[in-house]
C-alpha cells in the first residue's frame, strides 16, 4: 500500500493505513520493529510517541497488529523511526 499524505506535521508526513514504528535502543545494535495497524494514525501515533518520550522514567507502549504489547523504558530509547511499510529503507553506500 502507497503512502497516502493526510496531512503535514511538523515537517513529517502522516499516513492512513499500516504503519510501521522502528526504535533504537541505546548501547544495542538492533532496533525494535513493530509494525501497527491499518487503523493507525501516524500524527496521533507521533504526537503520543513524544508525550511518553518526556518523561524521564516512563515506559514507550506499542500495540502491534496481532495485538503483541513491546514496551521499551523511556531511558533506553536513541530514537523512534515512524514509516509506511512501502517506504524504502536504503542502507549502504554507492550512488542512486
Known amino acids: 500500500m502507497a503512502p ?23 548501547y544495542s545494535p538492533k ?3 513493530v509494525e501497527l495497524g491499518d487503523d493507525t494514525d501516524a500524527a496521533k501515533l507521533r504526537s503520543e510517541i513524544d508525550g511518553v518520550l518526556g518523561s524521564a522514567d516512563g515506559v514507550l507502549w506499542l500495540t502491534d497488529r496481532k ?19 512501502g517506504d524504502d529503507r536504503r542502507i549502504g553506500f554507492g550512488g542512486s
Open 67 to 85: 495485538g503483541r504489547q513491546v514496551g521499551v523504558p523511556v531511558s533506553k530509547v536513541a530514537y523512534v523511526e515512524i514509516g509506511s511499510p
Open 31 to 33: 532496533e525494535i520493529d
Open 4 to 26: 497516502r499524505p493526510d496531512h503535514q506535521n511538523g515537517g513529517g508526513r502522516s499516513y492512513s493505513g499500516a504503519v510501521d514504528v522502528r526504535i533504537g535502543v541505546t
